[in-house]
């Protein structure tokens, strides 16, 4: 079993930063990848970055070059550092991880509440 426990959101003006964590427990050794994602009322859940064991990223595009995603192995933790924050961004952000040893299942924290305000 793997559990993930965010931290990090919260209200910024727009053009602002804020810096995601996400700490990951249990299982770790099963986990290949990580990443973020986000939710917007009345939206569909999207990808917003990844970051593999092996450390190769991606990004969707509407963030490249703003955002950053990162990770400490030592403390299991890993971080989604945003810049330049646009209203349209507000969401619940989630962490994601992909575990498993033969098949590949998908683990969900519990979302943390990014607001841009304009």
């Known amino acids: 079993q793997v559990q993930l426990v965010e931290s990090g959101g919260g209200l910024v003006q727009a053009g602002g930063s804020l810096k995601l964590s996400c700490a990951a427990s249990g299982s770790i050794f099963s986990i290949n990848a990580m990443g973020w994602y986000r939710q917007a009322p009345g939206k569909q859940r999207e990808l917003v970055a990844r970051i593999t064991s092996g450390g190769s990223t991606n990004y969707a595009n509407s963030v490249n070059g703003r955002f950053t995603i990162s990770r400490d192995n030592a403390k299991n933790t890993v971080y989604l550092q945003m810049n330049s924050l646009k209203p349209e961004e507000t969401a619940v952000y989630y962490c994601?991880?992909?575990?498993?040893?033969?098949?590949?299942?998908?683990?969900w924290g519990q979302g943390t509440q990014v607001t841009v305000s304009s």
């Open positions: 994601n991880a992909e575990a498993g040893l033969v098949t590949t299942f998908h683990v």
